[in-house]
């Protein structure tokens, strides 16, 4: 079945500890992007990428980076320069296209320790 | 900018009563319009869309018009059930990048 894998569900980290969010995806898509979603507050985007080894930030980008080696992959570091990390991430892909549906994966919980 | 905005819940509802949840947008040019669908702990799941002026977007019994003259694309469905339990979200997107969500509505429907 095609679709869109996170992992892990639940995350840790320390204080000062940088952390990676893992997403890949079987649908072909070109575009990957990913949101961060706090509670009563709808979806922000972090940062997006419509082509292998470009990506592009979002509204709230700071204190995150990421990676885009591959099509099927775009994980997100959650660095230690985030200071207030504790959110729902969702991955996010798409073709690229004007108002095209983007399909999202089942999300992965990050808390601070 | 691009924006959404969808009525603020918790909205409670018996089973079987009939729902609407109120969504209007602000955007240059004609963007597509979505409703998703976050069930607890899950990610968002597409309910329905619609890409131009009227056009009415359908699934499991919900609908939703694209009303240009209103900008409003307001959710409704029939009768509820309690499996309709959930958090909607309202969403637009005009450049594929560039998707803006509503801040979502939580409907508990009970039995």
């Known amino acids: 079945d095609g679709g869109i894998t996170q992992s892990p569900k639940y995350l840790f980290r320390k204080e000062g500890q940088n952390v990676t969010l893992s997403c890949e995806q079987n649908?072909?898509?070109?575009?990957m992007y990913w949101y961060r979603q706090d509670p009563g507050q709808g979806l922000r985007l972090i940062y997006y990428?419509?082509?292998?080894?470009?990506?592009q930030k979002g509204d709230i980008a700071e204190g995150y980076s990421v990676s885009r080696e591959k099509k099927e992959s775009f994980p997100l570091t959650v660095t230690s320069a985030q200071k207030n990390p504790t959110a729902f991430y969702l991955c996010?892909?798409?073709?690229?296209?004007?108002?095209?549906?983007?399909?999202f994966g089942p999300g992965t919980r990050l808390l601070v320790l | 900018g691009n924006s959404v905005t969808q009525m603020e819940g918790p909205v409670t509802l018996s089973e079987e009563a009939f729902l609407t949840i109120n969504c209007t947008y602000t955007?240059?040019?004609?963007?597509?319009l979505f409703w998703y669908v976050q069930y607890p702990g899950e990610g968002l799941q597409l309910l329905l869309k619609?890409?131009?002026?009227?056009d009415k977007g359908s699934n499991k019994g919900f609908e939703a018009t694209y009303r240009k003259e209103t900008t409003s694309f307001h959710l409704e469905k029939g009768s509820v059930q309690v499996s309709d339990s959930a958090v909607y979200f309202c969403a637009l997107s005009y450049n594929n990048n560039d998707m803006r969500f509503g801040a979502g509505t939580r409907l508990t429907v009970k039995p």
């Open positions: 619609a890409t131009k002026a009227d």
């Open positions: 649908l072909n898509h070109d575009a």
């Open positions: 990428s419509q082509i292998v080894n470009d990506f």
């Open positions: 996010a892909s798409s073709i690229i296209g004007s108002g095209e549906t983007q399909y």
């Open positions: 955007a240059t040019g004609y963007p597509s």
